[in-house]
């Protein structure tokens, strides 16, 4: 990866840490599913007028949107709005970096180090122990739907390596056609279907600026900028080598959290946040062309249909 790439890289780990305390800002004023949905639609409408769609197999613009947009904020808003803290959401959502390199392994048959399987098992180690401290002090099904939302990041990772656009900005771009129509659907079934746009009506007055500010950076920075670069660093290097930046983001989110929040993490949770991120780094990372750290060959899996 050049240093240019690993800048982008960077970048885009700086500007989703932030974007949790704009989505914490806007789960305040508006219900987590109509959020998600209002968060794409604001971008769809003027993709479909003007932007043309990416040459790329429909199977895999689907995945992507269904995963990245769709099934990762809809159990990230939902376990935000029930009681997941801001600066741990950020750490739990990482667990997509391991997710996703099994994900390449089986469906991509992309090869995975022992130093990658030490890495992983590392990480879970620490995912456990972040889950009995939840258990022990408040709810654990805020952190289960965390989960559920990084696998969904994971499985977006997937398609939008698949797709393997020459345009990555346009495949972004349409990744969030995807979302609005299911959303708006669901938080009209949910939350009812006067309940989010009650809330976006009356969200124009000095008491709904955080809200509306917080929905213009995650529109604007963290997903066109962030998903933009990520897209493209996605299309040009192996998943392996990208996921790993999405480490950085649970650093600037806890720290961010704390300092804007006042959120402070257990011991324990910060213990167990520090094994994991130990863990993915490990393990994540490609070793030097000396490191003979031998491979292991997954079972071929059957292609999935998608």
Sequence with gaps: MTNRDRLLGITVALLWGLNFLAIRAGLDRFPPFFFVA????VIAVPVVLFVPRPNVPLRWLLLYGTGFGVLQFTFLFWAMSTGMPTGLASLVLQASAPMTVLLGALFLHERVSRRQVV????????????????????????????????FGWALGNIGSKQARTDSPMRLMLWMTVVPPLPMLALSAAIEGPTAGWSALGSSFDADGLPALAGLVYIVVLGTIVGSGLWTGLMSRYP????????L????????????VLGEQPTVAALCGGVVVVGGCLYGLTR?????????????TPVPARV
């Design 287 to 299: 070793p030097r062309a000396t490191d003979p750290t031998p491979t292991v060959s997954l079972p």
């Design 248 to 259: 950085l983001v649970p650093v600037v989110g806890i720290a961010a959290s704390w300092l």
């Design 38 to 41: 209002l968060r794409f639609l």
């Design 239 to 246: 998943a392996s080598t990208v996921a790993p930046f999405s």
């Design 119 to 150: 890495g992983i098992v590392v990480a879970v180690g620490g995912m456990v122990a972040i889950g009995w401290d939840r258990f022990a002090h408040a709810s654990l099904l805020p952190l289960l739907l965390t989960l559920c939302g990084a």
